[in-house]
């Protein structure tokens, strides 16, 4: 006999899906080889959860999930932060993906904030967390450039590597 599903609400989901992201993992693994800007406080400060972490972690979570939710349905996996807003809101797919953009346009403006007024760690830290925002911003802007590498993304790295802009 197979459970019935269970649909989470979104602060449950989004609980384990910022941790599973791995969005922390791979902004520690990017201060390396930075020297002496690094220190230990630099990754306490991290590991701390800081409020651009947070923001960069909610920019991919969400904007991943508008773009790739429907081919995930498609292929049975769980239930993503649109099923789950929609179920426990009563909101429609379009009134959900409404209120994600607005999110995400929220967290973006965090981002930016941390930036412009950076205390806690020197720009350079920062500025690896802002640049892993703005790669999950190039591979899910409008298509879930991640999963489907062989189109867009494709281009972006052949117009990046292949044919650049000549200086």
Sequence with gaps: ??????????????????????????????????????????FEWLFSGPKILKASETIC???????????????????????????????????????????????????NGECLFPTAVPVPILTRILNLARVIDVLYKDEDGYTNAGTALKDFVSSLLIDPVPM
Excluded at 79 to 100: D, L, N, P, R, W
């Design 61 to 111: 979570r969400l904007m991943d999930d508008i773009v790739s939710h429907k081919s995930e349905q498609k292929r049975g996996h769980v239930a993503s932060s649109i099923e789950c807003y929609m179920k426990q809101h009563g909101t429609t797919e379009q009134e959900t993906v409404h209120e994600f953009r607005k999110q995400v346009t929220d967290a973006w403006k965090d981002v």
């Design 1 to 42: 006999m197979v459970p019935p599903k269970h649909t989470p609400t979104m602060e449950e989901y989004m609980a384990v899906a910022m941790v599973s992201s791995g969005y922390a993992m791979l902004a520690a693994t990017s201060f390396i080889g930075m020297g002496y800007v690094v220190t230990k406080d630099s």
